[in-house]
């Protein structure tokens, strides 16, 4: 059973930036591909970014592309989610996921573990 935590929300102005962190508490998760996906208020989760185990391949959602970036460090069992220049529509809980994949995972339902969140808001 792999547990994933997430740490790095907040409170933040727009413009401003934060790092997600989403670590595990098995060595396998190098052997994962993870996600990340957030949820507003009212709204139906989405997917946000992923990344291969190896991290050699990753993709981000285009709505936020040219201001967020995903990216893993195997050896500290954590995965990164660098958001710049922040807005408040990204204002959401964000979530961290996990599968046991050698590919890229866009869907919520193909990942086996979540993390629990960190919510981030961003101020006008």
């Known amino acids: 059973q792999v547990q994933l935590v997430e740490s790095g929300g907040g409170l933040v102005q727009a413009g401003g930036t934060l790092r997600l962190s989403c670590t595990a508490s098995e060595r396998t998760f190098s052997n994962f591909a993870v996600g990340w996906f957030r949820q507003a208020p009212g709204k139906e989760r989405e997917f946000v970014a992923c990344?291969?185990?190896?991290?050699?391949?990753?993709s981000v959602t285009d709505s936020v592309k040219d201001r967020f970036t995903i990216s893993r460090d195997n050896d500290k069992n954590t995965v990164y989610l660098q958001m710049n220049n922040l807005k408040p529509e990204d204002t959401a809980e964000y979530y961290c996921?996990?599968?046991?994949?050698?590919?890229?995972?866009?869907?919520?339902?193909?990942?086996?573990?979540w993390g629990l969140g960190t919510q981030v808001t961003v101020s006008s």
């Open positions: 990344i291969t185990w190896s991290g050699g391949r990753r």
């Open positions: 996921a996990a599968v046991n994949s050698g590919g890229l995972v866009f869907r919520p339902y193909n990942y086996e573990y």
